[in-house]
């Protein structure tokens, strides 16, 4: 029974900590400007993640070694330094975005500048982090985001013309009035808001501070694809309502109250008040897992002791490149930059990333020294490979697409 237990809610924190800020303005952009042009993107994102993560996965539990120990000692101290150096600013950038996302979500349930939140939303993810056990920290803020269902229920309500949605996801493409670029654009940055790294980073780290071993490959297996794809529905549903409501009153989402908008037109405000905790629950949870991710980086390439297995005492630089992480975070939103600038320049700039971590992940998944008859089936590597060529079309085309459409303005 306290398998079956450990299995449900692993499943249910994965479709709750799915959604983050990135995947919220992204998916909300994206349908109040293309409606479900861009569904199919979503969709490439699950599968591309799910992939990732089972591998990440098995690499820990198999190896139980940590993601960049591997690394360091598979590309070399130079390779492996170049590699932590985008993977941590990018992971620092996700961290700003995520502190933001707590601050904006505060101001949604408050109407309190969300600048008087940036500190608070910092100190919080600090002292959860120092106090709270992992699997609480994990589980509850994951649990919780599950509220975020209220966007499909939301769908539901607004009583769409669903043969009209239906051809929009279907017949894929940018409307008249927009540019192609634009539309790739946003096709590259909603694909970096499903495959952000930090996810991936957390999971595989997460494995080893689970204690996984080769037992846990199914439970794994089971949270990855039920939990991934479920998020990822949750994801167009955040676009169905954009495109239901804002997309024919021609509204851009340039704030979280747009966002939320056609959840509280359909719903009044308890589907309201359903929401804010949703969102709240899943930038806090993103939060905790973006500055973990920053501790997890550093520490297995510099062979720090780490993990909240630990006592702060006995992973002393650890826990202080996480405040680190967090006071340049809460320095970078003190300067008046708008957080949800920040956060769609975050998901771009993920998949510039992509490829420094899943090409070795990819390797190391193959590798008999590591993994033992653990290693990639055939299935496995054909569609790994297919999406390697996917992963680097898309960070190649990431920087020339922000620089010729203005970010997507």
């Not at 009209?164 to 894929?172: K, M, R």
């Not at 930090?198 to 494995?207: I, P």
Request: a neutral charge; proline letters at 4%; hydrophobic letters at 55%.
């Amino acid at each position: 029974m306290k398998n079956i237990f450990a299995v449900a809610l692993g499943v249910l924190t994965a479709i709750g900590g799915f959604v983050d800020i990135g995947d919220l303005v992204t998916n909300a952009v994206v349908g109040s400007r293309f409606g479900l042009g861009l569904a199919w993107v979503v969709l490439v994102g699950v599968v591309g993640i799910c992939v990732y993560a089972q591998m990440s996965g098995r690499v820990a539990a198999v190896s139980g070694r940590a993601t960049f120990e591997i690394i360091r000692e598979r590309l070399g101290p130079r390779a492996g330094l170049a590699n932590l150096a985008a993977s941590f600013l990018i992971n620092l950038l996700t961290v700003t975005a995520e502190v933001g996302g707590v601050a904006l979500a505060l101001q949604l349930a408050t109407s309190v500048d969300p600048g008087w939140w940036v500190p608070v939303a910092a100190f919080g993810v600090w002292i959860v982090i120092w106090r709270a056990r992992f699997e609480l920290l994990e589980n509850v803020t994951g649990l919780l985001g599950l509220t975020l269902i209220v966007f499909a229920v939301a769908l539901f309500m607004l009583s769409p013309d669903w043969g009209e949605l239906a051809g929009q996801a279907l017949q894929p493409g940018p409307p008249a009035d927009e540019p192609v670029a634009t539309y790739w654009f946003y096709a590259v940055a909603l694909f970096g808001a499903a495959m952000t790294p930090y996810e991936v980073f957390f999971f595989s780290s997460g494995a080893i501070e689970e204690k996984w071993t080769e037992k846990d490959l199914a439970k794994s297996r089971l949270n990855v694809l039920v939990g991934f794809p479920l998020g990822g529905l949750l994801s167009i549903a955040i676009a169905g309502c954009a495109a239901v409501v804002l997309l024919p009153a021609a509204i851009d989402v340039t704030s979280l109250s747009q966002v939320v908008l056609p959840v509280a037109e359909a719903g009044g405000k308890i589907a309201l008040s359903f929401v804010i905790v949703g969102i709240l629950a899943a930038t806090f949870g993103a939060a905790l897992e973006t500055t973990l991710s920053s501790g997890y980086t550093l520490a297995q390439y510099f062979g720090w002791s780490w993990g909240k297995f630990r006592k702060p005492a006995k992973a002393a630089r650890f826990h202080l490149s996480m405040i680190v992480c967090l006071l340049i975070a809460v320095a970078i939103l003190a300067t008046g930059v708008d957080p949800i600038l920040v956060t769609e320049y975050s998901v771009v700039f993920s998949a510039v990333a992509l490829p420094l971590t899943y090409l070795p992940i990819l390797v190391i998944a193959n590798d008999r020294e590591y993994m033992g008859d653990r290693v990639n089936g055939r299935g496995m590597n054909f569609v790994g490979q297919v999406y390697l060529v996917i992963i680097l079309a898309a960070a190649l085309a990431a920087i020339p697409l922000l620089i010729i459409t203005g970010a997507g303005a």
